[in-house]
Structures are given as structure tokens and as C-alpha cells.
């Protein structure tokens, strides 16, 4: 069974910067895909960054492309947001997913692990 545990939420003045981190642990659970989505409210969710972890290509939704960069480092099974310039509409809770993604690395669905979220709140 895999776990994900996130770290590295807080609160922030737009313009400002936050690191989340994941750390990926348990065996016996085949993926190749990590990413980050974000929740609002309960119902408006969104995955903004996702990377394969064979091949290392990223993803990354509109609306944080350029802001937000996703990375991985292998030997201490965790992977990364490192969220740059951030605005007050990316306040959220922040969770970590992992799945095989066999299909659109920004759809929810294809992500069967999620960890316990981190909130970040950025203020204007």
C-alpha cells in the first residue's frame, strides 16, 4: 500500500512563494504519474501539475503555467510544487496524488492515491 504525506502549506502575501512537499512511501503499488491538485470549497477541484516519473515530463494546467514547477527526486521519493508569484485565487487545499495514468494526466479520475492536503492561503 502507498502513502503520500504533503507538507509545506502556510499562508502568504500575493507575489509570494510556497514549496510543497510529498513524500512517497510503501511498496507493492505500480505508478507512473505524481501530481497536485487543488481543491476549493469542497466541489471545484483542478489538477495543476502532474509528472511522470519515468520519463520526467511535466504538466501543467493555464492557470498556473510559468508560476508553478513540479520536479521529483527519486532518492527521497518525494516530489515538489514549487509555486511561484501566487495569487489569491490559488488559495486551496493541496493534495498529492499518484496513479498509472493511462489516459489525460489532468483528470482527476486517473489518480487513485490521494494524501491528506495541505492548505495554502495567500492574501491580497
Known amino acids: 500500500q502507498v502513502q503520500l504525506v504533503e507538507s509545506g502549506g502556510g499562508s502568504v502575501q500575493a507575489g509570494g512563494s510556497l514549496t510543497l512537499s510529498c513524500v512517497v512511501s510503501g511498496k507493492g503499488y505500480s505508478k507512473n504519474c505524481l501530481g497536485w491538485f487543488r481543491q476549493v470549497g469542497g466541489t471545484k477541484r483542478e489538477v495543476v501539475a502532474a509528472?511522470?516519473?519515468?520519463?520526467?515530463?511535466?504538466h501543467y494546467a493555464d492557470s498556473v503555467k510559468g508560476r508553478f514547477t513540479i520536479s521529483q527526486d527519486n532518492a527521497k521519493n518525494t516530489v515538489y510544487l514549487l509555486m511561484n508569484n501566487l495569487k489569491p485565487e490559488d488559495t486551496a487545499m493541496y493534495y498529492c496524488?499518484?496513479?498509472?495514468?493511462?489516459?489525460?494526466?489532468?483528470?482527476?479520475?486517473?489518480?487513485?492515491?490521494w494524501g491528506q492536503g495541505t492548505q495554502v492561503t495567500v492574501s491580497s
Open positions: 509528472i511522470y516519473t519515468g520519463s520526467g515530463m511535466t
Open positions: 496524488v499518484a496513479g498509472m495514468v493511462s489516459g489525460s494526466w489532468y483528470m482527476l479520475q486517473e489518480y487513485d492515491v
